[in-house]
C-alpha cells in the first residue's frame, strides 16, 4: 500500500545513479549548513539551528527488548476467511507489515534491527524488486521472515481486467519463488485497492487472502520518525496488522523506539499467517484454543 505520490519516489529512486549523486549532494549540502549555522546567535541572544534532516536513530547499544513469541503453524485455514484487517486471536499477538521492498539500504538495516529483537514481520514485496535484489529477499526469508505478495508492477489492481490481475499477481509469485524458493501465503494489494469479486477470484486461484491492515501510520507521508511512532503505539491492540513501508527510511528509523515500545507493552509479534493460524471465532472460543506452547 502507499499513495499515488509515491510513484514520485519510487521513479526517482528507480535511477540508482541520480538517486546516489542526490543523496551525496543533499547529505554534503546539510553538513556544510549544520557546520556553518547551526549556532548561529540572532540579535537578542536567541540561537538559530539547523532543521537535523539528516537524522538517523542511532545504533542500540547493550540490552533490548526480546520478542518472546513461541514457534506457531503458519497454515491457516482456506475457510478462515477472504479479507482480514485484523484477526480475533487470544493473547496480545500483533503482526507487523512492511511494504514495497525489498529495498537495498533500508531492508538490510531493517532486518538488523528486528533480528536484535527476535522479532518475525511479513514483508509485502513487488516483484520487480524482488528481480533487482533477490539477494535480500533471500536474506529475508533465511531469518525467518514470511513474504507476501504485493503484485509485480504495484498497478492499482481494481482497476485492472481479471487477466492483468492474474498477471501480477503470478509474476510476483514467480519472483519470489526464484529469489528465495517460498511460495506467498497471502496478498496485499497496491494502494489497497481490490474489488470483492477480484478478492474471492484470488482466494479461489491462489489461496491468498487479502490482507489490509488496522493500524496505518501514514510514514509514506514522511511525517518524522517521532510521529510514526507514536501513530502505531496508539493504534495497536491485540490481533492487529500493522502497515508500514520499509522503503521510506524514516520508517526504518522509527522502528527501534516502535518495536521496543510495543514490546514493552506486552505484545507479541508473529506473521501475518501465523496470526490469522491461530484465530478464534469467538472470545467465548478463547480458552480452548490457546495456541499450544510447545
Ligand atoms: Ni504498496
Not at 549555522?37 to 534532516?53: C, D, H, R
Not at 521472515?145 to 503470478?170: F, P
Request: aromatic fraction near 6%; charge should be positive.
Amino acid at each position: 500500500m502507499d499513495h499515488p505520490l509515491q510513484r514520485i519516489g519510487n521513479s526517482l529512486s528507480a535511477n540508482p545513479k541520480l538517486g546516489k549523486f542526490s543523496r551525496r549532494g543533499f547529505m554534503l549540502a546539510t553538513a556544510t549548513l549544520a557546520s556553518c549555522k547551526a549556532a548561529t546567535a540572532l540579535p537578542g541572544g536567541a540561537v538559530k539551528t539547523s532543521p537535523n534532516i539528516a537524522y538517523r536513530t542511532p545504533s542500540i547499544g547493550g540490552s533490548v527488548p526480546r520478542n518472546d513469541a513461541g514457534n506457531f503453524p503458519s497454515n491457516f485455514s482456506k475457510d478462515a476467511g477472504i479479507t482480514f484487517s485484523r484477526v480475533l486471536v487470544s493473547g496480545n499477538y500483533i503482526a507487523i507489515t512492511f511494504d514495497d521492498g525489498p529495498h537495498p539500504q533500508n531492508t538490510p538495516r531493517l532486518l538488523d534491527i528486528l533480528a536484535q529483537r527476535n522479532i518475525k514481520a511479513t514483508f509485502y514485496v513487488i516483484g520487480r524488486s524482488v528481480d533487482l535484489h533477490p539477494g535480500i529477499l533471500r536474506r529475508t526469508v533465511a531469518e525467518g521472515h514470511e513474504i507476501g505478495n504485493h503484485s509485480h508492477t504495484h498497478r492499482l489492481l481494481s482497476k485492472l481486467g481479471d487477466t492483468e490481475v492474474r498477471q501480477e499477481m503470478q509474476r510476483c509469485q514467480d519472483a519470489i519463488g526464484r529469489a528465495a524458493g517460498v511460495r506467498p501465503r497471502t496478498m496485499r494489494p497496491p494502494y489497497g485497492g481490490l474489488l470483492q469479486r477480484q478478492r474471492e477470484m484470488l482466494h479461489a486461484e491462489f489461496g491468498y487472502p487479502t490482507i489490509l491492515w488496522s493500524v496505518d501510520p501514514l510514514d509514506w507521508q514522511r511525517p518524522g520518525p517521532s510521529v510514526v511512532t507514536s501513530r502505531i503505539l496508539t493504534g495497536t491492540t491485540a490481533g492487529g496488522i500493522v502497515l508500514a513501508h520499509d522503503l521510506h527510511s524514516q520508517t526504518v528509523d522509527a522502528m527501534p523506539a516502535t518495536l521496543d515500545g510495543l514490546l514493552k507493552r506486552g505484545f507479541k509479534f508473529v506473521t501475518v499467517s501465523q496470526l490469522i493460524a491461530m484465530k478464534v471465532e469467538t472470545p467465548e472460543a478463547q480458552a480452548s484454543n490457546v495456541p499450544a506452547s510447545s
